[in-house]
């Protein structure tokens, strides 16, 4: 079945740096976008980056521009986010999910925590 | 401040209907596609509606979309209690070549 899979949440203090990666299988990793999207404590949802199939687009929200950036590696069916200058409210549980010009398949999220 | 405009919150009784309406823009809502997402308590979010209108299998047919103009509306009837949670509008933004979510419903089932 269609799976995704984050891991690489943890707490790490303010101006360090975190890998995010997103397993995933069941389908055509390499036919579809990716998204990352994140939820602060309490929060809506934010989305944060979307890369295309082919990794050759990337997008980003303001808040993360220049600190974050997305990539995928086909042939391992891997989605990451490097993010890098880490604040607090970068504080959130980060969620993978494939686009089909629209989030349709959803992973289970890894949260980060930053603190000193 | 989100780019696309939802009530914070809305309730009804079991077995009412609800509209849920999200308000945006002609670079956003008015020349894309519309999805609505659900996210139950605890749980990873989960794509109600997509293309404006069209329910993912397994989706049942209590739950409905809508959109004119610049405007969406997630339609539910029949309310469980289970459908208790927070729903979110979300579509492309053009003119900030960013995809954009609504701030969020909360729906009480009463």
New interface residues.
């Given amino acids: 079945q269609v799976q995704l899979v984050e891991s690489g949440g943890g707490v790490v203090q303010p101006g360090r740096s975190l890998r995010l990666s997103c397993a995933v299988s069941g389908f055509s990793f390499s036919s579809f976008g990716m998204?990352w999207?994140r939820q602060a404590p309490g929060k809506?949802?934010?989305?944060v980056a979307?890369i295309s199939d082919d990794g050759s687009s990337k997008?980003y929200?303001?808040s993360v521009k220049g600190r974050f950036a997305v990539s995928r590696d086909n042939s391992k069916n891997t989605l990451y986010l490097q993010m890098n200058r880490l604040r607090s409210d970068d504080t959130a549980v980060y969620?993978c999910?494939r686009d089909?010009?629209?989030?349709?398949?959803?992973?289970?999220?890894t949260t980060v925590t930053v603190s000193s | 401040q989100?780019v696309l405009t939802q009530s914070p919150s809305v309730s009804a009784a079991p077995g009412q209907k609800v509209t849920i309406s999200c308000s945006g823009s002609t670079s956003n809502i008015e020349n894309n596609?519309v999805?609505w997402?659900q996210?139950l308590p605890g749980t990873?979010?989960?794509?109600l509606i997509?293309?404006n209108n069209r329910r993912?299998s397994g989706i049942p047919d209590r739950f409905s979309g809508s959109k004119s103009g610049t405007s969406a509306a997630l339609g539910i009837t029949g309310l469980q209690t289970g459908d208790e949670g927070?729903y979110?509008c979300?579509t492309w933004d053009h003119s900030l070549?960013?995809?954009?979510?609504?701030?969020?419903t909360r729906l009480t089932v009463l």
């Fill in positions: 998204f999207v809506g949802l934010e989305w979307l997008y929200a303001d969620f999910a089909s010009n629209a989030l349709d398949v959803w992973g289970q999220g | 989100s596609y999805s997402y996210q990873a979010p989960k794509l997509y293309d993912p927070d979110y979300g070549s960013a995809w954009v979510f609504g701030g969020g």
